[in-house]
């Protein structure tokens, strides 16, 4: 069983700066693909950053150059560094562990982040 625990989400004003962590247990880290996504009120949960086990990110086009996914797979740990962050970020931000290998897809408990103008 995998649990992942986010952690770093708060509130900032436009334009400044999160860090986010999601710490991972189990073996199957440094397998495994991980991803933040994020859900604002009423709208549908939507990938914000994903890397993959052999170290390949990928962004949403609304966050690239202000954010950065990079893991540490020593520590079982991902960062979702977010820079000159906007209003439109605010949302839950979800930490996602995937497996293909071994069928594993969980989810994190989320973490709010509100970013005021």
């Known amino acids: 069983q995998v649990h992942l625990v986010e952690s770093g989400g708060g509130s900032v004003q436009a334009g400044g700066s999160l860090r986010l962590s999601c710490v991972a247990s189990g073996d199957i880290f440094r397998i495994a693909d991980i991803a933040w996504y994020r859900q604002a009120p009423g709208k549908q949960r939507e990938l914000v950053a994903r890397i993959t086990s052999g170290g390949r990110t990928n962004y949403a086009d609304s966050v690239k150059g202000r954010f950065t996914i990079s893991r540490d797979n020593a520590k079982n740990t991902v960062s979702l560094q977010m820079n000159s962050l906007k209003p439109e970020d605010t949302a839950v931000y979800y930490c996602?562990?995937?497996?293909?290998?071994?069928?594993?897809?969980?989810w994190g408990q989320g973490t709010q982040v509100t970013v005021s103008s």
């Open positions: 996602n562990l995937e497996s293909v290998t071994y069928r594993v897809n969980n």
